[in-house]
């Protein structure tokens, strides 16, 4: 077979019928390395680790959402690309994995639901690193949100057993009004007046069947703080001290603070 060749504009350019040269064997295993390490390479996944501040938090209160920590690394390297984090199934937010392959995610209160909500975090590598994406779970319990109602009867709680003293308002002793004036203001910040006839108008009076826990329950001469079920917290009288009991007031005004 002959073989001819034309120096055009400097380039040596073969004629038709020319010869092609098989590859070598080097040339083959160098290809097939290649395409090897491009297979292994897009096949593999990065090593990620995900640290959680915490596991339980209360709606409402920032010193109690959880933070998610997330590292991704391939070969003891960084990995560029970034982060998606799901609650329930759904996309709250996406964060890039910085220059050390590190993202933090701190979703708000508003994306969870009350309970135990189901989180999903997903490294997505950059399409230049050949990785595969990585999918990590973990489990969040979120507890309803903190209300003036249920601070109000929780303070009063940690003074059942407390004694009762005529014109008390600290630990030491509380009359009736001494021991609501003292809990509203512990739990909420609010002052109230200082005699239970003054307390009967410091906020909206509510019905019996909407009362809530923190209300205070009104009768002449006497208050006391609604604590739910039918109960209160009272500073009752010399032989009770601080108390909670079933209510036992026939007909009592709630006043909703």
Same mark, same amino acid.
């Given at each position: 077979?002959?073989?001819?060749? +034309?120096?055009?504009?400097?380039?040596?350019?073969?004629?038709?019928?020319?010869?092609?040269?098989?590859?070598?064997?080097?040339?083959?295993?160098?290809?097939?390395?290649?395409?090897?390490?491009?297979?292994?390479?897009?096949?593999?996944?990065?090593?990620?680790?995900?640290?959680?501040? !915490?596991?339980?938090?209360?709606?409402?209160?920032?010193?109690? &959402?959880?933070?998610?920590?997330?590292?991704?690394?391939?070969?003891?390297?960084?990995?560029?690309?970034?982060?998606?984090?799901?609650?329930?199934?759904?996309?709250?937010?996406?964060?890039?994995?910085?220059?050390?392959?590190?993202? !933090?995610?701190?979703?708000?209160?508003?994306?969870?639901?009350?309970?135990?909500?189901?989180?999903?975090?997903?490294?997505?590598?950059?399409?230049?690193?050949?990785?595969?994406?990585?999918?990590?779970? &973990?489990?969040?319990?979120?507890? /309803?949100?903190?209300?003036?109602?249920?601070?109000?009867?929780?303070?009063?709680?940690?003074?059942?057993?407390? &004694?009762?003293?005529?014109?008390?308002?600290?630990?030491?002793?509380?009359?009736?009004?001494?021991?609501?004036?003292?809990?509203?203001?512990?739990?909420?910040?609010?002052?109230? /007046?200082?005699?239970?006839?003054?307390?009967?108008?410091?906020?909206?009076?509510?019905? &019996?069947?909407?009362?809530?826990?923190?209300?205070?329950?009104?009768?002449?001469?006497?208050?006391?703080?609604? +604590?739910?079920?039918?109960?209160?917290?009272?500073?009752?009288?010399? !032989?009770?001290?601080?108390?909670?009991?079933?209510?036992?007031?026939?007909?009592?005004?709630?006043?909703?603070?």
């Amino acid at each position: 077979m002959s073989l001819t060749a +034309a120096l055009a504009g400097g380039t040596l350019v073969a004629g038709a019928g020319t010869a092609t040269a098989a590859p070598t064997t080097a040339n083959v295993s160098s290809q097939a390395a290649v395409g090897s390490l491009a297979a292994a390479k897009k096949s593999s996944k990065p090593s990620v680790k995900v640290s959680l501040s !915490r596991t339980t938090g209360t709606k409402g209160k920032k010193n109690t &959402r959880p933070k998610y920590t997330v590292k991704a690394t391939s070969n003891g390297k960084a990995v560029k690309g970034q982060v998606k984090i799901f609650i329930d199934g759904k996309k709250v937010n996406t964060k890039k994995l910085n220059k050390n392959g590190i993202a !933090r995610l701190k979703p708000t209160w508003g994306k969870y639901d009350t309970g135990r909500n189901k989180i999903r975090l997903t490294v997505v590598p950059a399409k230049s690193t050949g990785l595969q994406k990585v999918k990590t779970h &973990r489990t969040v319990k979120v507890n /309803p949100k903190a209300t003036n109602g249920s601070k109000v009867v929780s303070v009063a709680h940690q003074y059942v057993g407390a &004694r009762y003293v005529y014109g008390g308002s600290s630990p030491r002793g509380f009359d009736c009004s001494g021991f609501t004036s003292y809990v509203y203001k512990k739990a909420t910040g609010k002052t109230l /007046p200082r005699s239970s006839s003054a307390q009967r108008s410091v906020g909206k009076k509510v019905s &019996r069947s909407n009362a809530k826990p923190g209300d205070i329950v009104y009768t002449p001469g006497h208050v006391a703080i609604y +604590a739910g079920n039918g109960k209160v917290i009272e500073a009752g009288n010399p !032989r009770t001290g601080v108390i909670k009991r079933k209510m036992w007031q026939s007909n009592p005004t709630f006043i909703r603070v």
